[in-house]
């Protein structure tokens, strides 16, 4: 029954929304990367390992990471009072955590590590996306990580368990399971759950989201390798 049904978008229950990943797009930053899932469109910028300017925040036997998420005015239909508010803290938190497991900051003692991301365009699915971004753009910075860390939502609407929710299917649906995971151990790095969902449903959700990570994996390794190899040939 599942598998039969479309979606408002005209996707199957387990398609990603199309998806483009670009490594190194800003010359000034150490590392950056741009992103677009379906209507998202999302810029990362990160500066590091360096040396911490924030005496507060320096660990003398280990290196930190920073992350701040930021929605532009115009990313959403209603125009977004700019500045932090109590959904950006809580995402620029959870993609710290999901990210810091795969950095090895215990390499790089009174450091910092410094993720700026940027939705210029929301649509669904932001925090997810732009964790797959900011781990491109880690690799781009030429810090040494232990695997690249991936985002991929599932969620369930019209009682059906689906990948990767839009904004609307975020909206109307039911629950909300965004996860991040290294794929090459299967370790989950970020996992919430927003809506109701029986036992069955949330592992049957996660599964799914899983399923998602290890796609949109491919295409975070197909960027770093265009902009590798394009780099080695010159
Ligand atoms: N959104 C919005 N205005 C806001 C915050 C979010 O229109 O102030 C939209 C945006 O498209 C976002 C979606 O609602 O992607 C879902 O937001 P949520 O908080 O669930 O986080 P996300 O799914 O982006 O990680």
Redesign the pocket.
Known sequence: MMSEMIREDGRKYNELRPIKIEAGVLERADGSAYLEVGG?KILVAVYGPRESYIRRLLEPNTGVIRCRYN?APF????R?RPGP?R?SSE?SKITADALRPALMLENYPRSMVDIYIE?IE????????GITAASVALVDAGIPMKDIVVGC?AGKVNDEIILD?S?VE??EGQA?V?IAMMPRTGEITLLQS?GDLSQEEFEEAINLAMEGCRKVNEIQKEALMKKYSAEMSD
């Open positions: 998202n929605m990313s959403v239909d209603d977004k508010d959904r995402i939705v929301a649509e669904g699915g932001t925090r997810c996306a939502a929710l904004e975020d909206k909300d965004p927003d």
